[in-house]
């Protein structure tokens, strides 16, 4: 009898520590999956963006089929928390927002993403901690402020940080910041002609060296 009960104890902590092994997975697991740097290229979107509905468009800068939203709770730019935001007195257009780039619209296969940012002290945060965690980039200047270039070879990405300035009500500039994350060679279009410019030759002549 003894010894049924402890192989049942036994069991029941092999049992249990399994559940945990799982809830754990599964925690992580929705923990990382909107956070926009850990996204794997080429899956369905699908996978990725959960319960966010997103409105589809075709972005008119880069020519990239894209997917949108405003309401950003539970998105994830590295160590950063994304949240809803509009700038106080601010023009209409001003407010945040994530533009998540796809292959095509039958595919819907991730690209990579554009966040749009008019806070001001999440700027500097993401600034911060993508020099941190990827201290390897170019840094040109431009009217607005500094512009920074990273070739990321370990994620087969590139990442762009260029700011805007916008005016609020009181007439006091502020930064309208985008921080753009693609795939390595992705094109304008997403085109698949080489003589069509890469997001990357697009960038740098938008913001040349000195």
Known sequence: ????????????KINLLM???VIGVTSCNSQNRNDLLSMHFDQPITVLIGEHTLEQFQDPNYGI????????????????DLSTYKYPNGPVADFNRIQIYVDSRTSKKYLGFRYTT????????LIAS???NYP?????KDSAGDVY?????????WLFYYPNHSVDGNGKDFLNSNFFYVKKGTRLDDS???????????????YPKD
Request: proline share 1%; glycine share 2%.
């Open 149 to 157: 270039l990273w070739d990321l070879k370990s994620l087969n990405a």
């Open 192 to 206: 698949k002609d080489s003589s069509i410019p890469t997001i990357w030759q697009q960038i740098d002549g938008l």
């Open 1 to 12: 009898m003894v010894m049924i009960m402890n192989h049942n104890n036994a069991t029941m």
């Open 19 to 21: 559940l945990l092994c």
């Open 130 to 132: 993508l020099k941190k």
């Open 65 to 80: 089929y894209t997917y949108k939203t405003d309401q950003l709770d539970g998105f994830k730019i590295a160590d950063i």
């Open 136 to 140: 390897e980039f170019e840094q040109r």
């Open 118 to 125: 008019v806070r001001q002290d999440e700027i500097q945060e």
